[in-house]
């Protein structure tokens, strides 16, 4: 089952983060740079790689990336071009999203098209509307699709028995089954503990791509709270919990911890018996969440996102 790219400079990373939110949890895989080359890895084969065997490649144009003469971006565009030329046209594949009012570069495609003459998205105009399209144009590809069970299984034995490189793959595909089977989720929860740090971050991801379905999975998310103290590892953990949602609400606690340290909400949390309803120790938790955002390194992007976790928890909109 196969990714979808997206390409963007860094000064739009907050807008692209909420793109790649809101197409994961419809069930779709994204490929972004920040969460995809893990170290050790050759970057720009990694990308190529990406941007090969991605289903889709999704540009995100903007004034910030029009003001750069030279950026990352542009490569990756030019590469996704050279690869659009050996594709049919008859399928979408290059997706242009306009993130501001901005203009598409003009690039030749063929002697024919140019990459203006493909029809793009205007996210700033409508963004539920722009979300909903992107998605529908995606999940109507059949290379979206879940895949038979027995692909999932020779999946899970890589899990166990293949190099890291196939392992990561693996988990990202078992990540992407809309309806995972019980094994299927054991075996992500197993590679959760593995001793690869790598694959531990690949296999709390993929949890994350799962959702709601992957509750079981809370109690092992909370241990690697507990123990872990990877930055990297913690964030994609927190954002794990929050989309797994109220199905997580065990793992309240843990998120508190993680804010100011395991003493911190003890006498407040004892307060709370299991009768409590979720929402009424979320309320708690999210008011000191709020008003303290420092944690450690890039703690304030942590605290944002252990906010979120919470508001999601306890079935609130939460923050865009």
């Known amino acids: 089952m196969s990714h979808v790219f997206i390409s963007y400079v860094h000064e739009n990373s907050g807008i692209v983060d909420r793109i790649a939110r809101a197409l994961s949890d419809n069930g779709i895989t994204v490929w972004v740079d920040r969460r995809n080359i893990f170290p050790g890895m050759l970057w720009k084969d990694a990308i190529k790689r990406a941007i090969r065997e991605g289903a889709f490649f999704i540009a ?23 690869e659009l030329r050996l594709r049919s046209l008859d399928k979408s594949w290059f997706i242009p999203v306009l993130i501001n009012e901005t203009s598409i570069p003009s690039m030749r495609i063929s002697n024919v098209y140019d990459l203006t003459d493909i029809h793009f998205v205007k996210l700033y105009e409508n963004w539920d509307s722009a979300i909903q399209l992107l998605i529908q144009v995606i999940k109507s590809d059949d290379r979206i699709r879940d895949e038979h069970d027995r692909l999932s299984w020779m999946r899970m034995i890589q899990l166990t028995t293949d190099p890291i490189g196939e392992r990561l793959r693996a988990i990202q595909a078992l990540g992407n089954t809309k309806k995972p089977t019980k094994e299927a989720l054991e075996a992500l929860i197993q590679a959760c503990r593995d001793d690869n740090i790598l694959i531990k971050i690949a296999a709390v991801e993929a949890l994350g791509c799962v959702g709601k379905e992957a509750s079981n999975a809370v109690g092992a998310l909370c241990e690697l709270l507990r123990e872990s103290r990877f930055p990297r590892l913690q964030y994609v953990v927190v954002d794990t919990l929050g ?9 309240i606690p843990a998120l508190a911890a993680l804010r100011h340290g395991p003493e911190y909400y003890t006498s407040s949390l004892d307060s709370f018996d299991e009768t409590q309803p979720v929402a009424s120790v979320a309320a708690f938790l999210e008011q000191q969440v709020y008003e303290d955002l420092v944690v450690f390194g890039e703690r304030n992007d942590l605290g944002d996102l252990i906010e979120t976790a919470i508001e999601r928890i306890s079935m609130k909109k939460g923050r865009p």
């Open 60 to 82: 995100c144009f903007s004034a910030e990336a029009e003001r750069q003469e030279r950026s990352y971006m542009r490569e990756e565009i030019a590469f996704a071009i050279d």
């Open 243 to 251: 989309r797994i949602g109220p199905g997580a609400s065990g793992a």
